[in-house]
């Protein structure tokens, strides 16, 4: 097991807390973090983008001219694909672009992810801490404290609504719930910021580390 030291919003040292090999000192499997970031920006999509056919074209019920004697081609409709104003060939449709991985591969991908950035030192754990009201500038001196300069993501054990107030005008902080903590975001933030208490809650019930 590896440990990490554990911070105050002053930037001080409070201690060391481990980090489990169970989410922290796994082998980290690519591939199937590649295919759990592809999973998530899938089904993010909206997949709203839609055209009409020439079926869904108002108008063009009637013969444009007769078939015979005009000297110009054959046309049944002013809403042919072929004419300006007509419906669209093969154009995109709504549809869901999602597609279904497996719990566990979906697991393994974000103890990869996790594992990746506690062997490159790029996850710390910060004493629990709540702020009377939203303040902006008292959370900004906390990650000034720490000398935090790349883009965090702040993983909290509950909802704090003062808090995730006080940061959401960091451009370089994104917060989550231990919940909702998923392979994406561990990936697309430069480093990951524990809260004792969140880190002690993804850790719980995880007795053998060996477990897959």
């Known amino acids: 097991m590896k440990e990490v030291p554990v911070y105050d919003t002053e930037g001080n040292k409070k201690g060391d807390v481990q980090l489990k090999d169970y989410y922290f000192g796994c082998e980290p499997n690519i591939p199937v973090m590649h295919l ?22 108002r108008g063009g019920g009637s013969k444009p001219w007769r078939q015979k004697g005009t000297g110009r081609a054959r046309a049944g409709s002013i809403r042919s694909p072929l004419w300006r ?35 490159e030192d790029l996850v710390m754990v910060l004493e629990d801490f709540s ?9 900004a001196a906390v990650f000034e404290a720490l000398g935090i300069d790349d883009y ?22 994104e917060v989550t719930w231990v919940r909702q903590l998923n392979t994406y975001d561990v990936l697309a933030n430069d480093r990951v910021i524990f809260t004792r208490s969140s ?12 477990r897959t």
């Open 85 to 119: 104003g007509g419906g669209t060939i093969h154009g995109p449709q709504p549809r869901d672009f999602s597609f279904k991985v497996n719990r566990k591969v979906r697991k393994l991908a974000l103890r990869s992810a996790l594992s990746t950035r506690a062997e």
């Open 199 to 210: 880190l002690e809650k993804l850790q719980e019930g995880v007795e053998d580390e060996g």
């Open 36 to 57: 759990e970031v592809r999973r998530q920006l899938a089904a993010a999509r909206s997949g709203t983008a839609a055209t009409k056919p020439r079926g869904m074209v």
């Open 131 to 139: 702020l009377s009201e939203p303040r902006t500038k008292m959370a």
């Open 152 to 173: 965090v993501l702040l993983v909290l054990a509950d909802e704090d609504d003062n808090l995730v107030k006080s940061v959401r005008n960091l451009p370089f902080v």
